[in-house]
């Protein structure tokens, strides 16, 4: 059984360009949410995808999107970076009829 | 909208001390309840939930509704235990919210 992988690991991006981080779940799990966090704060949640749709969301702007796909790997995307997106994205997958969230590693963006 | 307080930013305990690192929530509804820790140069894992009443590593944490807290306990602190620890809440059965989490206590063990 294989854990929760980001790609990639680091990541610089000039204001205004557009990034696409990956994830890939753990096995077996079929719903997997993305979250933001900042320096000195606590993960915030950005979206969950479950069966390839959007079903939930925090209080992110539209130019936040995201993708999952048949193998439940999972995409988000941002566009049009602001320097307060420079954080720490992490990627989480679940069973959906359990909420116990198994974390990645991370994926380190710096918007400069 | 549902919000998780973590009053202590620091908390730093000698060995064989007790340790209890505080959690306040608010929300309408029934919440479901975590603990999630980080040690150093790994990734976020859940230590426990107050549905299992489960102990790990031999902390626990009770749901108390009418305080809406979740402190998590340790009876006698090890140099292991020092680690970064959030208190995270679901809002609804199955999570589609998302975890909403507080901004941690780094919990620091001297020898």
């Known amino acids: 059984e294989t854990g929760v992988t980001q790609s990639p690991t680091h990541l610089i991006k000039t204001r205004g360009q557009q990034v696409t981080l990956r994830c890939s779940s753990q096995?077996?799990?079929?719903?997997v949410s993305w979250y933001q966090q900042a320096l000195g704060q606590g993960p915030q949640f950005i979206f969950q995808y479950y069966r390839e749709e959007e079903n939930g969301r925090g209080n992110f702007p539209p130019r936040f999107s995201g993708l999952q796909f048949p193998n439940y790997s999972s995409e988000l995307n941002v566009n049009a970076l602001e320097l307060d997106d420079s954080a720490l994205y992490l990627c989480?997958?679940?069973?959906?009829?359990?909420?116990?969230?198994?974390f990645g590693q991370g994926t380190r963006l710096t918007v400069v | 909208a549902q919000r998780v307080t973590q009053p202590e930013k620091l908390l730093s305990v000698f060995k064989g001390a007790p340790v209890e690192l505080k959690c306040n929530y608010s929300y309408s509804g029934s919440p479901e309840l975590f603990w999630y820790v980080q040690y150093s140069r790994q990734r976020l894992q859940l230590l426990l939930r107050h549905i299992s009443r489960e102990s790990i590593k031999g902390f626990t944490a009770d749901l108390n509704k009418g305080e809406t807290s979740f402190h998590l306990k340790k009876p006698f602190a090890q140099e292991e235990d020092s680690a970064m620890y959030y208190c995270a809440l679901s809002a609804q059965g199955g999570g589609a919210d998302g975890l909403t989490f507080g901004k941690g206590t780094h919990l620091i063990i001297q020898p």
């Open positions: 989480a997958s679940s069973l959906r009829q359990l909420t116990e969230a198994f």
């Open positions: 096995s077996g799990h079929n719903t």
